[in-house]
């Protein structure tokens, strides 16, 4: 089972029963289907959430790529899923081979400060595509306190988070050593949105994010390929993608800027005017 980040926008064909497996769902695993949709099953593993879909370009370390619909063809809403590391079996039936498979997981991040004018693309972007949450979100980002962004706007993802798992991608790409600090302060507030956002938050808390936004920044990085993986990473959901998107643009903007998480900790003053440590109060 070869481990491939497969960190760059694919759109290659993939052969029948293949599959683009994160992980973290890898298996072996058990669960029941907690949600399902027209190209996605969601199914309720532990404390979190496992995603069966049929899209090439959402990869992620929870997530399984499928070539076709035809496994996600026999589940219910009440469904029993299991995999087992090499075949889903769906309510005890046949179990369904996916092979040949790769495993997905996260690349590395960190590394050096993005220079402003490989965000201007991004920059257009947004200011073509305003949303409703944006100010709200940017008065947060001034005060250091995202605490009334969680669970803001509407949808199965609201606006909010979405903005502010995009900052999250932000900071695991500049500022990695800000995470654990985040992860403290916002992990409990997720209860605050709905169960696939506070998947997806819990998740970029801890540095793990959907491969659009991952290449989005890695393109960013390299200076190559950014207009294609801005038009992936947009392409997310109604506005999952664009509110990422600004979240991502405004995280690089502030932390190039700003001083970031200083000695005082959470609140405390860094020297520059602001609070140091991103923390609610």
Request: with cysteine; net charge positive; hydrophobic share 40%.
């Amino acid at each position: 089972m070869p481990l491939t980040p497969f960190a760059r926008p694919s759109c290659g064909p993939m052969a029948a029963n293949s599959a683009i497996i994160g992980v973290q769902a890898s298996g072996p695993w058990r669960g029941r289907v907690h949600s399902r949709f027209a190209d996605a099953v969601n199914i309720a593993v532990g404390g979190g959430l496992i995603t069966l879909l049929f899209n090439p370009h959402q990869a992620s370390e929870t997530n399984i790529v499928l070539a076709d619909r035809r496994p996600m063809s026999g589940i219910s809403d009440t469904s029993a899923v299991a995999f087992d590391g090499g075949a889903l079996t769906v309510d005890g039936g046949a179990a369904l081979p996916l092979a040949p498979f790769t495993v997905w997981r996260m690349p590395e991040l960190g590394g050096a400060p993005i220079a402003p004018d490989r965000c201007e693309p991004l920059e257009r972007y947004i200011s073509a595509h305003p949303g409703k949450t944006d100010a709200r979100f940017l008065e947060a980002l001034e005060r250091q306190d995202f605490s009334g962004i969680i669970g803001l706007g509407d949808g199965l993802t609201p606006s909010g988070d979405d903005m502010l798992v995009g900052f999250l991608l932000a900071a695991s790409g500049v500022r990695p050593d800000c995470l654990p600090r985040l992860r403290k302060q916002y992990e409990p507030l997720t209860v605050r949105t709905t169960d696939i956002s506070a998947h997806l938050l819990r998740q970029a808390l801890k540095g793990k994010f959907m491969n659009p936004l991952v290449a989005l920044l890695q393109a960013l990085r390299s200076g190559d390929g950014v207009a294609r993986a801005l038009s992936v990473a947009a392409a997310v959901g109604s506005s999952s993608g664009r509110d990422g998107i600004f979240g991502l643009t405004h995280g690089l903007r502030y932390l190039g800027r700003r001083s970031f998480g200083g000695r005082g900790g959470p609140g405390g003053h860094d020297g520059h005017g602001g609070h140091g440590g991103l923390g609610g109060r």
